[in-house]
């Protein structure tokens, strides 16, 4: 049988799914994070390989805007 009062059991597994809500919106902040550093990283490439293609006459006509 199960001793724990039902009021209490059920504010016990409130608090825990808001624990996991808060876990879960964390992890997905920590995400959004890491992927624009990666397309920032991507960005930053792009804008040297263009200079790079600039420096020796070449790629003049390289859009790196998007």
């Known amino acids: 049988m199960n001793s724990i009062?039902?009021?209490v059991g059920a504010v016990l597994a409130a608090k825990?799914?808001?624990?996991q809500q808060t876990?879960?919106?964390t992890?997905?902040?920590k995400s959004l994070q890491?992927?624009?550093a990666q397309g920032q990283a991507a960005l930053d490439l792009l804008d040297s390989?263009?200079?790079l293609g600039k420096?020796?006459?070449k790629g003049s006509h390289f859009d790196s805007q998007a």
Not at 16 to 19: H, R
């Open 55 to 57: 420096a020796h006459g």
């Open 5 to 7: 009062d039902p009021a």
């Open 27 to 29: 992890l997905l902040a």
């Open 49 to 51: 390989a263009a200079a």
């Open 34 to 36: 890491a992927t624009e």
């Open 16 to 19: 825990q799914a808001s624990q």
């Open 23 to 25: 876990i879960g919106y």
